[in-house]
């Protein structure tokens, strides 16, 4: 099945979609994970968009949408994928719907206490991108990867200015596609505050392996 993530930041999207990808064998593709990726090798597009994403704003529609179609395009694809973090506006998913079949929206729905939590929380690994949480995830040894050893640091947009302008940006220009995938029937909603192999299960639930 072809999966869209929808939730405000720090619902547990990013970790969700990697625990569904390993079990379900479907590519995750996180935009924010490419800008991110492009931004560390200092890519032409690294550099246009860094300082965009350190602020919490979103990256221009054309410049994601020519990014997700090419990733689309890819051959990983054709048995399913899961697409986190896109589209994020109503332009974005108009686009998509020319290029690309959409089966389910999955909206992980969580409150605005639970996303400040988790965000200022959150701790990445510098070498994987593996993401932790001081909290709720810890990693074994303080401020150090149980992957690989990298040394973990908080991204520029969970600082606390840039998590209240992301909740701002999410309310203005990403919360509206919930009700254009329930106008066309796509959308399915799923609790995201329990701790992540309980929203795992819920997701199982809904979409059982063999009918994916
Ligand atoms: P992006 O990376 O997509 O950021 P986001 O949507 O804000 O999502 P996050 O990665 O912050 O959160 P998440 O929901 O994945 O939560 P996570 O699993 O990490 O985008 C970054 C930026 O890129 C954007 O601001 C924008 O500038 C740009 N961009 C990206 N896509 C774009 C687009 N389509 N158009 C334009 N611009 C775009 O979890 C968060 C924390 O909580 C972690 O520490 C985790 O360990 C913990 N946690 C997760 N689940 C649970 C749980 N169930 N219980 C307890 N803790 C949990």
Known sequence: ???????????????????????????????GEIF???????????CKVKAIIDSGSLVGDDITV??????????D??????LDGFPRTIAQA?????????????NFDI?????????????VCRTCSHNFHVVFMPPEKENICTHCGGELFVRDDDK????????EVYRAQTAPLIDFYRSKNLLKD??????????LQAFQTAFPKERT
């Open 111 to 123: 409150d605005d206490n639970g996303v400040v939590e988790r965000l200022s929380g959150r701790r």
């Open 36 to 46: 991110r990726a492009a931004i560390k090798a200092q890519t032409p597009l690294g």
């Open 77 to 82: 694809t054709k048995n399913g994928f899961i």
């Open 160 to 167: 606390p200015e840039a998590i209240k302008h992301r909740l």
């Open 1 to 31: 099945m072809n999966f869209i993530f929808l939730g405000p930041p720090g619902a547990g999207k990013g970790t969700l979609a990697a625990a569904v990808s390993a079990s379900y064998g479907i590519p995750h593709i996180s935009t």
């Open 190 to 199: 799923i609790d995201a505050k329990p701790a992540t192999d309980l929203v």
């Open 94 to 106: 108009e686009a998509l719907e020319k290029f690309a079949r959409i089966d389910c929206a999955v």
């Open 66 to 75: 020519e990014l997700v179609k090419e990733r689309l395009s890819q051959p």
